[in-house]
């Protein structure tokens, strides 16, 4: 057993390593350019992309670059056409990024509405509002309440007698002369907002991704990698940490620094200093402990920092005899 895991170990540092002189394999989960509006996805909020089901038709293209908030808090949004994303690397990985409430933020009441409640047809929200048939039906579709919050209106008539109904990330509209499968369109949420509160120069085109050094460069986020070189060990014995740092395109972060903590079950806890290289692999090797109780665990917790932005992971060992 201990020799399996041993090799499933090396086996996956060497699967890392090959990763890392992939350069192309990177690109391609970092980013994607889209001719259409001549705009970059990258990083976090490329993988909050691709993770979207239908994701052309819940956002839209790309209209501009990712930018600072004018605000000063470290945010960053993007703007498509149907919404406006934001990551805030204060939030723990994995929730980073989120679409802003658009919907809300765009919303006036002074429409006719109609509250529509009908059994079987119709999910009523805890604020009293429902959402209804063909709606109803793309809500569940397409994400529901975490894709596009909950109903802020009841069914609104146009002027022009569309029926319209507004969410907090979005605003259905309904279309029947469409047929079926397309009654419901998505309003461009995202262009609306941007035309009225930012600087329409970000509109303008930029280079692919792959052009773009200080995109490449940038590190917005970091996963990090723990493992032992042994599952189980004797009470005397040596053990060896790996700990590898990448960034959010996966690729090996040099110059991480940290820390490395391991917790004896006596309550004595080591510190020790870590720092990657070039591979983005920091080793603790020859670790060595004696007289250690034995059916016991051994955990470990590693803290990385680069440039400002942190990360956490956590191993364990057992002792046995």
């Known amino acids: 057993m201990l020799l399996q895991r041993s090799c499933l170990i090396?086996?996956?540092?060497?699967?890392?390593?090959?990763?890392?002189?992939?350069?192309?394999?990177?690109?391609?989960?970092?980013?994607?350019?889209?001719?259409?509006?001549?705009?970059?996805?990258?990083?976090?909020?490329?993988?909050?992309?691709?993770?979207?089901?239908?994701?052309?038709?819940?956002?839209?293209?790309?209209?501009?670059?990712?930018?600072?908030?004018?605000?000063?808090?470290?945010?960053?949004?993007?703007?498509?056409?149907?919404?406006?994303?934001?990551?805030?690397?204060?939030?723990?990985?994995?929730?980073?990024?989120?679409?802003?409430?658009?919907?809300?933020?765009?919303?006036?009441?002074?429409?006719?509405?109609?509250?529509?409640?009908?059994?079987?047809?119709?999910?009523?929200?805890?604020?009293?509002?429902?959402?209804?048939?063909?709606?109803?039906?793309?809500?569940?579709?397409?994400?529901?309440?975490?894709?596009?919050?909950?109903?802020?209106?009841?069914?609104?008539?146009?002027?022009?007698?569309?029926?319209?109904?507004?969410?907090?990330?979005?605003?259905?509209?309904?279309?029947?002369?469409?047929?079926?499968?397309?009654?419901?369109?998505?309003?461009d949420l995202g262009r609306l907002y941007f035309s009225a509160h930012e600087d329409l120069s970000r509109l303008n085109a930029a280079p692919p991704y792959n052009n773009l050094p200080q995109l490449q460069n940038t590190v917005t986020s970091l996963r990090l990698s723990a493992f032992v070189h042994k599952a189980v060990t004797r009470p005397d014995d040596t053990q060896a940490v790996y700990v590898i740092v990448q960034d959010q395109a996966l690729r090996p972060v040099e110059g991480a620094s940290g820390s490395l903590t391991l917790h004896f079950p006596s309550g004595q806890d080591i510190v020790f200093p870590l720092t990657t290289d070039a591979g983005g692999i920091a080793l603790l090797p020859d670790l060595v402990f004696s007289a250690q109780p034995s059916g016991s665990l051994v955990t470990i917790d590693i803290h990385m920092t680069y440039l400002g932005v942190s990360a956490d992971a956590a191993a364990s060992f057992r002792i046995w005899r």
């Open 10 to 187: 090396i086996a996956l540092l060497a699967c890392l390593l090959f990763s890392f002189s992939s350069p192309g394999q990177a690109q391609q989960a970092y980013g994607h350019y889209f001719p259409e509006t001549g705009h970059n996805v990258i990083g976090e909020f490329w993988s909050f992309y691709q993770g979207a089901p239908d994701a052309a038709l819940i956002f839209g293209d790309p209209l501009t670059e990712q930018f600072p908030a004018p605000d000063g808090s470290g945010i960053l949004y993007q703007y498509f056409e149907r919404a406006r994303l934001e990551l805030d690397p204060t939030l723990p990985a994995g929730q980073q990024v989120q679409s802003s409430p658009l919907g809300k933020l765009l919303y006036l009441p002074g429409l006719d509405g109609v509250n529509i409640g009908t059994p079987g047809a119709c999910r009523v929200f805890p604020n009293g509002l429902g959402v209804c048939y063909d709606f109803l039906s793309f809500y569940d579709l397409h994400g529901g309440s975490s894709r596009f919050g909950s109903p802020i209106s009841a069914f609104e008539f146009q002027t022009d007698g569309r029926i319209i109904q507004h969410f907090e990330k979005a605003r259905f509209e309904y279309y029947p002369e469409l047929g079926a499968g397309n009654t419901v369109q998505l309003a």
